[in-house]
């Protein structure tokens, strides 16, 4: 489980310094709204434009991308139910808790812990695919049009073709799908904005946790723990239910879809909330709960599947 150890020792350090630099105030008040804005616009769409370009697109569609959708989709449907229903929440706040609970970090956690522990990087690239072209999309969409205050047809249907994330990402796809032999002249520049994104993220993020307390009276401690539940226990028991009496997968590949489903809430929903300005407290604490607690969830799984 060394892999599990080093990938959250690296994470937790860059939020430490992120942390530090906030409370320190160098970078100044609007510094964390400047780096979520950059983050967004410029070095994700990059950073996954890079990923998906490298990615086998042929080798991500398997048995194992089907339980992990699955997961996925049943853990965010699951908070929406109860957060429209029962909390009656707001539709962008019960957005940014149900991708709370559904939307795994398969990039800055999930390659380190799929190199280390499932001894195979590629084995995040589905779950990365599975975030980036249909959880994101419908995501970004969703808020997109609930906190613009104007809904049409028009804009449905344009606003995930102009949304820079979704843009990258599709790029990326249809590189990798068709083959295309790109010069590193022109992809050299893309790497190297998009390796400024993971770090910056977890600066960001480590920066929002100064003067902050974790679930707070009036933040919404119901929707936080209910999300960090969901992700943590729920979506790696659903995923090990449909991968080993539905999909009938071998040992390994239960193993790794298991590792998965059980990793923390990624990033990517903390930089969405701050750049709609809607349930960032809930996107926040959900982050940094998951982080912590799945570090025993994953010892958990690799003693009793591995």
């Not at 430490?16 to 616009?41: E, K, M, N, Q, T």
């Not at 073709?161 to 799908?177: E, F, K, Q, R």
Request: hydrophobic share 60%; proline share 5%; glycine share 8%.
């Amino acid at each position: 489980m060394s892999g599990v150890l080093v990938g959250f020792a690296i994470i937790g350090a860059v939020i430490l310094i992120g942390y530090v630099v906030g409370r320190a105030g160098v970078l100044g008040d609007h510094a964390p709204f400047v780096i979520s804005r950059i983050v967004f616009f410029v070095l994700s769409p990059a950073l996954l434009f890079t990923v998906l370009a490298d990615a086998d697109i042929h080798q991500l569609f398997s048995s194992m991308l089907a339980v992990s959708a699955i997961a996925a989709l049943l853990a965010c449907l699951l908070f929406l139910g109860v957060a429209l229903l029962v909390f009656r929440r707001k539709l962008p706040e019960a957005i940014i808790g149900s991708v709370s609970s559904g939307y795994v970090n398969a990039n800055n956690i999930g390659i380190p812990v799929a190199f280390y522990v499932l001894g195979d990087t590629a084995l995040s690239a589905p779950v990365i695919l599975l975030q980036l072209l249909v959880l994101t999309p419908i995501t970004l969409t969703i808020l997109d049009i609930t906190t613009s205050g104007t809904t049409s047809v028009k804009r449905i249907i344009m606003t995930p073709l102009t949304n820079p994330v979704i843009i990258g990402s599709a790029l990326g796809v249809i590189v990798s799908a068709t083959g295309l032999d790109v010069p590193d002249a022109v992809m050299e520049p893309f790497r190297i904005v998009g390796a400024a994104a993971v770090p910056l993220v977890l600066i960001g993020f480590g920066m929002s946790l100064h003067g902050q307390r974790l679930l707070a009276p009036g933040s919404g401690r119901r929707d936080i723990l209910l999300a960090s539940a969901i992700k943590l226990a729920l979506m790696p028991i659903i995923a090990w239910v449909f991968g080993r009496f539905v999909f009938g997968l071998d040992h390994d590949q239960l193993f790794a879809a298991v590792v998965l489903a059980g990793l923390p809430t990624a990033q990517n929903v903390f930089v969405y909330a701050q750049r709609y300005e809607r349930g960032v407290t809930l996107a926040r604490d959900t982050v940094l709960i998951t982080t912590v607690g799945s570090v025993p969830v994953l010892v958990l799984v690799a003693l009793l599947l591995k």
